[in-house]
């Protein structure tokens, strides 16, 4: 078959509509892992992903993406943050990692790898508006380590604190994860499955991890050894992490 340029099956839907599973098989030359998504299923869900590694055997299946799309380094560096996401069923940790730079080619860049860039626009005007934070004359480039694309606006949080991050030249710890959506009042809402994400974030050896205030009710905060940091405005965000 052939797929077109925004990943789609060429020609008339009649050989999709005959099959139970369209299943995408994603990657790049750049990169050994290879992505499995699920477009369509109708036994389950079609946001499950698996991912793959290409070594010397063949495709092996990869059981913790997590520990392979977070790099440690020895020294934190400014610009990275790191996202607790869901693909499907599973929690996944990601690396964020932004660029913060003056425009000194004219007309102020905005790239994003991974991302989606209209959200990425988005989140920068709330910046501007809402936290006062001038990123108009700056180049802003957003990259999600690992060739890997997502979806999930509980990665918002992250994607915001790695601008901040990069702007102010100030590292977020290592230690600290994020799980929230930004909205364009600046405020921090919840998201779903808060608990798998905590307990993913946990497992890995996380400090502590922000959520949105939105996201207590019904949660037994004592339950988790890892800090848990409720906010509700990025300003709390941005007092809390530079001061």
Excluded: W
Excluded at 28 to 53: A, M, P, Q
Excluded at 58 to 79: A, D, K
Excluded at 128 to 149: M, P, Q, S, Y
Aim: a neutral charge.
């Amino acid at each position: 078959g052939h797929i077109t340029k925004d990943g789609s099956i060429a020609g008339p839907k009649v050989l999709e509509h005959m099959v139970d599973t369209v299943l995408q098989f994603e990657g790049d030359r750049n990169h050994v892992y290879r992505l499995l998504r699920s477009i369509k299923n109708r036994f389950g869900s079609t946001n499950e992903l698996g991912i793959y590694e290409m070594q010397g055997s063949g495709l092996r299946e990869v059981s913790n993406p997590s520990e392979i799309l977070i790099t440690t380094r020895e020294e934190p560096v400014s610009g990275i943050a790191i996202a607790a996401t869901m693909e499907g069923m599973r929690p996944m940790l990601v690396e964020i990692q932004a660029l913060v730079s003056s425009a000194v080619y004219g007309t102020p860049q905005r790239s994003s790898t991974g991302f989606d860039l209209r959200r990425l626009a988005m989140l920068l005007a709330v910046l501007e508006k809402r936290c006062g934070f001038r990123l108009g004359a700056k180049d802003v480039f957003l990259n999600i380590a690992g060739g890997i694309k997502v979806e999930d606006p509980a990665i918002d949080l992250a994607v915001v604190c790695a601008v901040l991050s990069s702007s102010e030249d100030i590292p977020v710890s290592q230690k600290t994860a994020f799980a929230a959506e930004v909205g364009l009042s600046g405020e921090i809402r919840p998201v779903n499955r808060v608990d798998q994400r905590i307990s993913e974030a946990e497992k890995l050896g996380f400090e502590q991890i922000f959520i949105s205030k939105y996201n207590k009710k019904g949660l037994d905060l004592k339950s988790y050894k890892i800090e848990i940091k409720t906010v509700g405005k990025m300003e709390e965000v941005f007092r809390l992490l530079f001061g």
